[in-house]
């Protein structure tokens, strides 16, 4: 059971960056809480908490930081695994999903065989800020015929509102910490 002690555990293990990528900017790095094995055991455990009683057939990590945590929570609720990509970083035929960012477009691939129809799957990131890379992951798996039943992060930037564009198009939301900050 996570308890108060636990999310203060890993909000304490994630450093802050101020002025990246650029100035204005404070980074919320979590290299600093994966390698605390305790801190990464509170996060694990917290997702897994969350869709243990879900039938999930595919975690889908995004690149990258969602591999860290897609990989070993697929394990831990007997599912496989879809790597969500920038473009050009997958070997056989992809779809793509093109979507808005504050200052322009950017794209995100997957393999076009790796979902069916009826698949479900849980979509995962680090962190959660506009909702654009997850939204975008969650289309393309609607794309397959698969359903995006879940999308977890660790960190949810709540001024950004991320949250209502995924749940508006009917997918769970989950955050282990918020953040009052943009």
Do not use: W
């Amino acid at each position: 059971m996570m308890t108060t002690d636990c999310f203060n555990y890993v909000r304490e293990h994630i450093r802050e960056v101020p002025d990246f990528p650029k100035k204005g900017i404070l980074f919320l790095d979590i290299t600093t809480a994966v390698k605390d094995n305790v801190a990464m055991q509170y996060m694990l455990d917290f997702l897994f908490e969350n869709f243990k009683d879900e039938k999930v057939d595919y975690v889908a990590g995004i690149e990258s930081r969602g591999f860290i945590f897609g990989a070993a929570l697929a394990y831990k609720l007997k599912a496989g695994f879809i790597p969500i990509r920038k473009p050009n970083k997958l070997p056989a035929e992809t779809i793509k999903e093109t979507y808005s960012l504050e200052y322009g477009t950017d794209t995100i691939e997957m393999h076009s065989d790796a979902l069916k129809t009826g698949d479900r799957v849980l979509v995962i990131d680090d962190l959660l800020a506009t909702g654009g890379t997850a939204a975008a992951a969650c289309n393309l798996i609607k794309r397959t015929g698969a359903e995006p039943i879940g999308a977890a992060f660790i960190i949810e930037l709540d001024p950004l509102k991320g949250r209502e564009k995924i749940e508006t198009a009917g997918v769970k939301v989950v955050s282990m910490l918020h953040y009052d900050i943009d």
